[in-house]
């Protein structure tokens, strides 16, 4: 006669249970209704979900600190929580997100722990299975226990393992770091010359870190793009203040680009300047001076208005009015350790969506990593010398060490910042043109030069009394045009700047592949360049970023020729992940003076960070180098990225296209 079957789990535990009916109290208990073992594992399950949706939910956010009472504050001018928060972060040495943050170092443990004791717990329960398949209280020991592990892994599971290496930390002695950021530029390279550069860049001092955009928006993805479901948001929202609708744009329950077809543009604006306001405010952005106006961007126009005080013998002549430029404002990006917002003015519909994306990936990976090289503006004198044999003894005399120091010591002591790095002489027959490099601290620094340009010429003529000046600028500078010597020897800050992006950031935000993206650079940016003879336009479009975030900023528009020189470079790294690097040798830019002056460009620049002269002179001004490079690098990636998969056009056309207004 053939053995009996051996009883299955679930036959096991049916047996269990009505044995336990027998036990005290639980007979009456049991006596009308007996689980199934289906109904069992159902009441596990349900209690695993519902346990770890706490645990997932009971936490809270940005946008739930900064509640509608603490934005209205912000905006009547009072010291609202956004700020304190900042001011606690300084004080407390805590990361600066203002909300109670988990140990995610004993997360991590913990993870690892858990791990360790399931597959030990499957392993000995393997080791010896018959035995204890037979033995009841064994089979609900090993039951109880796999049951407590699945309800942390759907709680917990994981949560310490995604990007823990780009969390700030913070250090024995309280010191703010961020693991796996170089936080100071390798000193450069000493050469044996002549050439005084300018101080090294200060060690990188980390704020804070925000998260990538929780959305991309709609016009870098035209296939997918549909109109927003209002899964999650309020009914009533047109009723809400508008701080209310802010801090549900915080908390992430209404998307920042759903605001225009929720309320009205007009609307739709101010309450995305109080969103910004609050997150700037969250960085360490704002002084006290900007909670008594109302928040970072206070002064950022957006009703008509201009102080045309500002503008008298200042910014322009005959003046009649002013032309409205909009102003976006792309980020975070992790930026040398920080989380970085670009303001960008442009007319062109999708570039700062299309920037934005590029931030979110960058974010999404490594971070960027900018590099000053030189940081030095330029002027060139054409001088002229009876023969061109008097010319050349010009150029043998600059050239000598101890004569270079005389035309330092007279070009310095027209100004208090300047400083002369270099005089390069070139001969034109009799025409010598001396190309001189000076640091100009947190100013563009023409001006600068050209005062102390007028010194050098008059210490030459001390020496050579037939020279003569023809022009204060030779045009070998070179200013304003697009030139080989700019794109060689670098004028104004040269800048370079590289990030990782992983190949599943490549898919999922930017919907392409690695391979696709390189190929394309490398026959559009480099071999497309180079048959088209171009002079430092190895680039997709850097110029439409460089004028953005200039006209926001209050730069020279017109250096954007120059500033905008830039060779886009893009590999496959070992990994299968996707390496970028922009290199731009010619950055014109300043902080102080010119259009930095105008109230609206210096809102665009406190939202920076960079507003004025820097704690060490130079500093600010080569923050915001950093920071056009890095809005250019954002820009070349997405515009690559819409290129390799063939949806550009179908992005302009889709969102850059409106009926013209009646």
């Not at 460009?601 to 180098?625: F, M, T, Y």
Request: net charge neutral; hydrophobic share 40%.
């Amino acid at each position: 006669m053939a053995a009996a079957a051996a009883p299955t789990i679930g036959q096991r535990l049916d047996t269990l249970l009505a044995a336990l009916s027998n036990i005290g109290d639980m007979n009456h208990l049991l006596s009308n209704y007996q689980p199934s073992t289906s109904q069992i594992y159902s009441l596990v399950i349900v209690l695993s979900v519902a346990f770890s949706f706490r645990l997932l939910n009971s936490g809270d956010d940005l946008g739930s600190k900064l509640s509608s009472s603490t934005v209205e504050q912000a905006k009547r001018g009072e010291k609202g929580t956004s700020s304190k928060y900042a001011k606690a972060n300084n004080k407390n040495n805590k990361q600066s997100y203002d909300f109670p943050q988990p140990k995610w170092h004993i997360l991590k443990l913990t993870n690892y722990v858990v791990t360790t004791l399931f597959l030990l717990s499957i392993i000995t329960f393997l080791s010896n299975a018959s035995v204890y398949l037979n033995d009841n209280t064994a089979l609900m020991t090993f039951l109880g226990v796999w049951s407590g592990l699945l309800c942390y892994f759907f709680g917990f599971f994981g949560i310490s393992f995604v990007e823990l290496d780009d969390l700030v930390v913070t250090d024995a002695d309280g010191q703010q770091r961020q693991q796996g950021v170089v936080t100071q530029p390798q000193k450069q390279a000493s050469c044996k010359s002549r050439k005084v550069e300018s101080p090294n860049d200060p060690p990188v001092k980390v704020i804070s870190l925000h998260p990538p955009a929780s959305s991309t928006p709609v016009c870098s993805d035209p296939i997918k793009s549909k109109s927003p479901t209002n899964t999650g948001i309020p009914t009533n929202v047109k009723d809400l203040s508008n701080e209310e609708i802010a801090t549900l744009v915080l908390q992430d329950k209404i998307k920042d680009h759903q605001l225009e077809k929720l309320l009205d543009p007009h609307r739709a604006v101010a309450v995305r300047r109080l969103k910004f306001d609050a997150l700037l405010s969250s960085l360490g952005k704002t002084t006290g001076e900007d909670d008594k106006k109302g928040g970072v961007l206070s002064e950022l126009p957006h009703e008509h208005d201009l102080d045309y005080k500002r503008v008298l013998g200042a910014n322009c002549e005959i003046v009649v009015g002013y032309i409205p430029i909009p102003v976006g404002i792309v980020g975070p990006v992790t930026l040398n350790g920080e989380s970085v917002y670009i303001p960008m003015a442009t007319t062109e519909g999708c570039l700062v969506a299309s920037t934005n994306r590029g931030c979110k990936a960058i974010t999404q990976g490594s971070g960027a990593r900018s590099t000053i090289l030189r940081d030095g503006i330029t002027r060139a004198p054409c001088v002229r010398l009876p023969s061109a044999h008097e010319a050349a003894q010009v150029h043998l005399w600059i050239e000598e060490a101890d004569n270079f120091a005389k035309l330092k010591e007279a070009f310095e002591s027209t100004t208090s910042f300047g400083k002369l790095i270099e005089a390069s002489p070139t001969v034109a027959g009799r025409n010598v043109y001396i190309r001189l490099r000076c640091f100009s601290g947190d100013a563009m620094g023409m001006n600068m030069i050209s005062k102390g340009s007028l010194a050098v010429i008059e210490c030459l003529r001390e020496q050579f009394p037939q020279l003569s000046l023809v022009a204060l600028s030779g045009n070998m500078c070179t200013d304003k045009k697009a030139a080989a010597m700019n794109w060689i020897e670098g004028r104004g800050k040269s800048v370079v700047i590289e990030a990782t992006i992983p190949k599943d950031v490549v898919r999922s935000t930017l919907k392409t592949s690695v391979p696709a993206i390189v190929e394309a650079n490398v026959n559009k940016n480099l071999i497309g360049s180079a048959m088209a003879g171009t002079v430092g336009g190895f680039n997709a479009h850097a110029a439409n970023n460089v004028t953005a975030v200039f006209l926001a900023t209050g730069q020279d528009p017109a250096q954007n020729v120059e500033s905008s020189n830039c060779i886009t470079l893009m590999e496959v790294t070992p990994e299968g992940d996707l390496w970028i690097s922009c290199t731009m040798p010619s950055i014109e830019v300043g902080t102080v003076g010119g259009g930095t002056g105008l109230s609206a460009q210096s809102a665009c620049l406190r939202a920076i960070g960079v507003k004025g002269g820097g704690e060490n002179p130079g500093d600010n001004a080569r923050q915001l180098a950093h920071v056009v490079a890095c809005a250019t690098m954002a820009g070349e990636l997405s515009l690559m990225a819409a290129l390799a998969s063939n949806s550009l056009v179908a992005a302009h056309m889709q969102h850059n296209r409106k009926p013209a207004s009646k």
